[in-house]
């Protein structure tokens, strides 16, 4: 059986025949309006409206509010039916049509007018005021229907009344597949109690989150603050989960689509949420300066950091990228992430160890980077306690590798990524990093480029940190390990710090050690307790103990080193005692007694060349012939 004529399919569809209803209530609204003002323009006699008249000038105002409604998306589905959006476009109808019946009426004599020039004028008005008027009426309908049929749906409270809150309830109400139904809103600004959006009034701040729960029925707590800071974020998540509110999230505000708020985007939060959303102002003008158009290195591109470098300086359009990384499946995944595709057939991935001197110099000199990102390390504090030598061959001599090549291929700026265990250390991690800044400020000493080191705490999901094992012990079951109950961390996402990274580059002084703004330090047990409310399942936390050269307490700063913020509000600067090469350049793992512990631990403990002159020439620390 066919499906019938073409008009009759169109006119099948649902939206089509939404949109001529539409036209023809914004004609019937011309038409009463015309008439209204004809009639007032008469002293309310009727017999005296020129009806014929009247009526034979309705077809020209209908075609033109058709047109001029197509013309500006009206009545083409472009906007939400009775958003401001729309209204605005029927204001742009109402006065083209109106503009055409005015020009049409004036083609006669002042005698012979159909309608009244004043009655075409206050006929728009009226007419203006009917179209959105209606529209009005029909979403308050839609609005209170869908509250009606929401029975089901999880009933929400929603903290923050600001634009995030009023964008978030509109969509909740709008979208007909919104599995949430705005109960109340909660806001700490006194000046915002007397709000109400559509139907969801404001019924006190942060303290009435129990009451309001109670009183409404409420499910689950909204934060619509997109630029809400970690801070605020435990505050809302201790208050909700004692109650058995599920916790909700928008995302930052640069996460958000067109910055407009959509059902899709609400999400149950993560530990980002509570520990990071640092808000980076970064001057994009002093970053394109140094990147646009120069070639660019990253070494440990394949890692968290060098990752997110790559993606971050991506996007400022450099001459080349050139991604460097010993873990080809690493470099395979950020070319795919970069790329849209993985063939590893690309120049600008060069599968490298840091510790081949020889190929790290020749790479540089072949290819000359004007910048270089050094993020290539070992990280993990336990091994590396293990293994301590392995921390000297990659985060000193390989750091040193990349130093040397930089200097023999001219590098402008060279950035070394370092961390927070460099302040005051006491592991083999923090000994090894604390050494690559002192060689990178000896280079800074004796180079024409800007060579410093960037330091900063922990980065939310970099692979193997506390925050990876917790996800995995929750999906397991638990319990979460944590080492001590007083144990805390400085925490940032990977890409706030990679922002500030970047930031640093452009502002760093050469020899200096710029130090990120990481916040508040944070109870690592209450951040495994946060985790479990919100996952909530009951899984115990066991205390496990500190492991060696672990810190109850990490620092940002060491001893002696100032917090001076010259360049930027959210990055210090110290400087950094200068190391010679000469100290660990020839040393020699393989001599009987060699110690990488010691030696690490006494060239931080002086930092100056005769940390290691004053050592035995004979001992276990000789140089190799």
């Known amino acids: 059986m066919g499906k019938g004529p073409q008009w009759l399919q169109v006119w099948g569809r649902r939206s089509t025949r939404k949109r001529v209803v539409q036209a023809a209530i914004d004609n019937a609204a011309w038409a009463i309006a015309l008439v209204f003002a004809e009639w007032q323009r008469r002293d309310l006699d009727p017999t005296r409206i020129n009806w014929h008249g009247l009526v034979a000038m309705l077809p020209i105002v209908f075609a033109a509010q058709a047109l001029a409604g197509r013309g500006s998306g009206l009545y083409r589905g472009r906007w939400i039916f009775g958003s401001f959006e729309e209204v605005a476009a029927v204001a742009r109808t109402v006065v083209v049509a109106g503009t055409v019946?005015?020009?049409?009426?004036?083609?006669?004599?002042?005698?012979?007018?159909?309608?009244?020039?004043?009655?075409?004028?206050?006929?728009?008005?009226?007419?203006?005021?009917?179209?959105?008027?209606?529209r009005y009426a029909w979403r308050l309908v839609q609005e209170r229907r869908f509250r009606l049929r929401a029975t089901e749906r999880t009933r929400v409270l929603v903290f923050g009344a600001g634009a995030g809150g009023i964008q978030a309830v509109h969509a909740m109400l709008r979208d007909e597949s919104s599995p949430y139904l705005p109960v109340a809103l909660i806001d700490d600004d006194p000046d915002k109690r007397s709000f109400t959006v559509m139907g969801a009034k404001v019924v006190g701040g942060r303290s009435a989150i129990s009451d309001a729960a109670e009183r409404y029925g409420a499910d689950a707590l909204l934060v619509a603050v997109p630029s809400a800071d970690a801070t605020l974020m435990r505050e809302l998540i201790d208050l909700a989960v004692p109650l058995g509110l599920e916790l909700r999230v928008l995302p930052a505000v640069r996460d958000l689509l067109g910055g407009q708020v959509r059902v899709v985007d609400i999400r149950e939060p993560d530990e980002r949420d509570f520990l990071g959303r640092h808000q980076v102002e970064t001057d994009l003008d002093e970053i394109s300066h140094y990147l646009t158009g120069r070639v660019i290195a990253v070494t440990g591109a394949g890692g968290s950091i060098g990752s997110e470098l790559c993606r971050q300086i991506a996007a400022f359009a450099p001459a080349e990228l050139i991604m460097i990384d010993r873990d080809e499946s690493a470099l395979h995944a950020v070319q795919l992430a970069l790329d849209g595709r993985a063939l590893l057939d690309s120049p600008n991935l060069v599968l490298l160890d840091i510790r081949d001197r020889e190929r790290v110099r020749r790479l540089f000199c072949d290819r000359r980077p004007d910048v270089v990102f050094h993020a290539a390390a070992l990280k993990h504090l336990p091994l590396l306690e293990a293994h301590?030598?392995?921390?000297?061959?990659?985060?000193?001599?390989?750091?040193?590798?990349?130093?040397?090549?930089?200097v023999a291929a001219g590098v402008g700026t060279f950035v070394n990524i370092s961390t927070d265990k460099a302040a005051n250390p006491t592991s083999v991690l923090g000994y090894s990093?604390?050494?690559?800044?002192?060689?990178?400020?000896?280079?800074?000493?004796?180079?024409?480029?800007?060579?410093?080191?960037?330091?900063?705490?922990?980065?939310?999901?970099?692979?193997?940190?506390?925050?990876?094992a917790f996800r995995a012990q929750i999906a397991n079951g638990g319990p979460l390990?944590?080492?001590?109950?007083?144990?805390?961390?400085?925490?940032m996402t990977v890409e706030e710090?990679?922002?500030?990274?970047?930031?640093?580059?452009?502002?760093?002084?050469?020899?200096?050690?710029?130090?990120?703004?990481?916040?508040?330090?944070?109870?690592?047990a209450d951040v495994a307790r946060r985790l479990i409310g919100i996952s909530e399942r009951a899984i115990e936390i066991e205390y496990t103990g500190l492991r060696p050269g672990e810190k109850l307490h990490e620092e940002l700063f060491g001893d002696g080193e100032d917090d001076r913020r010259e360049h930027h509000?959210?990055?210090?600067?110290?400087?950094?005692?200068?190391?010679?090469?000469?100290?660990?350049?020839?040393?020699?793992?393989?001599?009987?007694?060699?110690?990488?512990?010691?030696?690490l631990r006494g060239l931080c403990d002086g930092m100056l060349?005769?940390?290691?002159?004053?050592?035995?020439?004979?001992?276990?620390?000789?140089?190799s012939a």
């Open 101 to 134: 019946l005015l020009c049409a009426d004036l083609l006669f004599t002042s005698s012979r007018r159909p309608i009244a020039i004043g009655a075409v004028i206050g006929g728009g008005l009226a007419a203006f005021l009917l179209q959105g008027g209606t």
């Open 388 to 406: 301590p030598v392995e921390a000297l061959k990659t985060n000193v001599w390989g750091t040193l590798a990349v130093l040397d090549a930089a």
């Open 433 to 468: 990093k604390r050494v690559a800044e002192g060689l990178t400020a000896y280079t800074a000493q004796r180079s024409p480029g800007r060579f410093l080191s960037v330091r900063f705490g922990n980065v939310l999901g970099s692979r193997g940190s506390v925050l990876t």
């Open 481 to 491: 390990t944590v080492t001590d109950p007083e144990v805390t961390r400085f925490f």
């Open 497 to 524: 710090a990679v922002q500030l990274v970047v930031q640093a580059g452009a502002i760093g002084n050469p020899g200096e050690v710029l130090v990120l703004d990481m916040g508040e330090p944070v109870r690592i």
């Open 569 to 599: 509000e959210l990055i210090s600067a110290v400087c950094a005692p200068a190391l010679d090469p000469a100290c660990v350049r020839d040393l020699n793992p393989a001599a009987p007694g060699f110690d990488a512990l010691v030696l």
């Open 609 to 623: 060349a005769s940390a290691y002159a004053a050592l035995p020439s004979d001992g276990p620390y000789s140089v």
